[in-house]
């Protein structure tokens, strides 16, 4: 099969010819401003500049993040005097070319695509960097305009590659919105902060309103960075934090000075161990940090994680949304015993935290505090319809309100005010209360149904790929045991499980299933699911193989993948982006004419077709190889 290719540097980088300069290598930046050619070169060019920024922020506005002037090449390393005269010559005129290139003057635009739901990444790419290429064009030659998405820059990190980080940040800004001295600072400080900590820094990441599209040119600049303390053995894993986290901070106000950026850089500093127990508890601040962070540096730990999040992997634990729920009770009590302005604070985290317990109970994520009001409208109000609207009302005044006090808005809160909060916070989490028990029962009916139901599925489509086609539910289950487990394909194990899923759908059925049962229905389902997508996955693997053609056509290797009724060529099996056609198979075995095709297309035939299938190959389909690849086309009998 075929697998999506991942390309090593994103689409819209494919123009970026810049070569790496000299300090690139360096470990720290060593110069409080921009190196003395490029400070020379910026202003000699300010004038063109600045007509070309004014062309792309006339034509494009809101979209662009940055333009930055990209700073000169590396220059060729100079070769030994005593060469051949014909030497010299290539040389001389490699010099030439050299000098001629200099002249170029390399300039980033990183454009906004985060908002963008009209065009297609491509579509979007395609207008934006043909359209600023012609505009450095028409005020200079010599102006050679580069476009990279934002989406991209930010892959870009999260693949591992930091060298444009880097290279923007030896850049000089010509127009930025604030990302560009996130970048610059954040890349100099964690340069800084690895040549000194390099064993013990896990994770660099920049965090915050940058990577959320919500930066202005005056936002703080959030950078977290992870510890390993798993091996320290000289000191206590707090003296490590407090070590690290005081020579850390000293740094990031050394970091700037050297750029001359005001932003302030608040840094966070987590030991690993304090940052997996904040996962486990459910911290919305840790869940929202892996949501929008982009890595500047990852030794493997912070990527797997973020994955693992987006795939709904990492979930609360049931004691995490517990504690949430059962802190709202406690805040209430706590709020009649203490002075008003303690009050205007625990009411707040008094709907707040329930909320956020709600949310995860359904399946989600806990949000931050400012998006807990949007979330819960959304999800209860509008697609659930489990919530009324007036509640959503409270939650967001308490928001609100909290939002002022913190911004000096107001100052106090009066006795009548206060009592209006507290009576509105018991109304909202005796309602809560009640959402709770909703959610659970239709979680408890979804999950043993749907469970249930996921794993005779499964079943059925492995036992399809072993020639076995059953319809009641009973014969599902005698058949696991006979064609699977009998005959040693799958541990005896996972018959127990399946049995303890299949009683608790009874039980469920007669409306006597217990909670216990439940989980224990849950945990036991958890292996056996994996064990037969991985089986089923490696089954029809091995029946795929023997569906293709595989082909030798020059230097290069391709398949012809026959699926009933239909062939998919694929010319270069080695290459990042695959080319792919399709044609009809004929009924005499020659193939009909060859249309465009895609790897989504391919897949969802993948998807459709009934494995087992048996494939044959006859001779009007030796001569149509031959057509498609030309008269030198050797079919593998091995690969």
Do not use: C
């Not at 906004?112 to 579509?123: L, V």
């Not at 102006?143 to 980080?165: A, E, H, M």
């Not at 009683?503 to 439940?518: N, P, S």
């Amino acid at each position: 099969m075929v697998k999506k290719s991942k390309s090593l540097q994103p689409k819209s980088l494919a123009p970026v010819q810049v070569k790496p300069p000299a300090q690139l290598s360096e470990t720290t930046p060593s110069l409080p401003k921009l190196p003395p050619e490029l400070e020379k070169k910026l202003q000699s060019l300010k004038e063109k500049l600045d007509t070309f920024k004014a062309k792309v922020l006339e034509k494009f506005g809101d979209y662009i993040i940055g333009i930055i002037l990209l700073p000169p090449e590396r220059p060729p390393e100079q070769k030994e005097q005593k060469e051949q005269p014909k030497e010299q010559k290539e040389q001389q005129k490699e010099h030439k070319e050299e000098k001629s290139e200099e002249q170029k003057i390399q300039v980033l635009v990183i454009v906004d695509d985060t908002t963008s739901t009209k065009m297609t990444k491509d579509e979007l790419y395609q207008k934006f960097s043909s359209i600023i290429q012609k505009m450095g064009e028409d005020v200079d030659k010599n102006i050679v305009p580069q476009s990279i998405l934002l989406t991209d820059l930010w892959q870009n990190s999260y693949d591992g590659k930091y060298d444009l980080n880097r290279l923007i940040s030896l850049g000089a800004p010509i127009y930025d919105t604030g990302m560009m001295n996130a970048i610059k600072i954040a890349e100099i400080h964690k340069s800084m902060v690895i040549k000194k900590f390099e064993k013990y820094i896990l994770s660099y990441v920049l965090a915050g309103s940058l990577t959320q599209g919500k930066a202005t040119a005056t936002s703080d600049i959030d950078v977290w960075i992870v510890i390993d303390d798993t091996d320290v053995k000289k000191m206590t894993r707090a003296e490590l934090k407090e070590k690290l986290r005081a020579i850390i901070i000293g740094m990031g106000i050394e970091a700037g000075e050297i750029t001359g950026i005001k932003n302030k850089l608040n840094i966070q500093v987590y030991i690993l161990t304090d940052f997996w127990e904040s996962l486990k508890e459910a911290n919305p601040i840790i869940f929202t940090l892996l949501r929008d962070g982009v890595p500047f540096y990852d030794r493997g730990i912070f990527m797997p994680w973020k994955l693992l999040l987006r795939m709904g992997r990492i979930k609360p634990s049931r004691e995490a949304i517990d504690l949430f729920m059962s802190s709202g009770e406690q805040s209430i009590s706590r709020i009649k015993l203490r002075l008003k302005d303690m009050g205007m604070e625990d009411t707040y985290y008094a709907i707040l935290t329930p909320s956020q317990a709600a949310l995860m109970l359904y399946g989600l994520p806990p949000p931050t505090p400012r998006e807990t009001p949007e979330v819960m409208e959304e999800v209860f109000v509008k697609k659930e319809k489990m919530l009324e609207p007036e509640y959503v009302k409270i939650l967001k005044a308490n928001v609100d309100l909290r939002k002022k006090i913190e911004h000096g808005e107001r100052k106090e809160l009066s006795g009548t005010e206060l009592d209006e909060y507290i009576n509105n916070a018991e109304k909202y989490l005796k309602r809560i209360k009640e959402l709770f028990k909703e959610i659970e029962g239709k979680h408890d009916e979804r999950s043993i149904a749907a469970l249930y139901d996921e794993v005779l599925t499964i079943i059925r489509d492995v036992l399809k790929l072993e020639g076995v086609e059953l319809g009641k539910d009973v014969q599902v289950v005698r058949s696991f045991e006979d064609e699977l487990v009998k005959t040693g394909k799958v541990p005896d194990r996972y018959l127990r499980d399946l049995n303890e899923i299949a009683e608790a759908k009874k039980k469920f059925d007669a409306g006597k299933l217990t909670k216990v049962e439940i989980e224990k229905a849950r945990q036991g389902s958890t292996g056996l699911i994996r064990f037969l997508v991985e089986y089923l996955q490696h089954k029809r693997g091995r029946e795929l193989e023997r569906a293709k053609i595989k082909i030798k056509h020059g230097q290069k290797y391709g398949e012809v993948v026959l699926l009933e009724k239909v062939a998919f060529v694929i010319f270069d099996i080695d290459q990042k982006e695959q080319r792919i056609e399709k044609a009809d198979i004929h009924p005499d075995g020659s193939l009909g004419t060859l249309e465009n095709s895609n790897l989504e297309e391919y897949e969802q035939h993948l998807a459709r077709v009934k494995f087992p299938q048996r494939v044959f190959i006859k001779e009007p389909m030796f001569e149509d190889l031959k057509k498609i690849f030309g008269r030198d086309v050797e079919v593998l009998v091995s690969y």
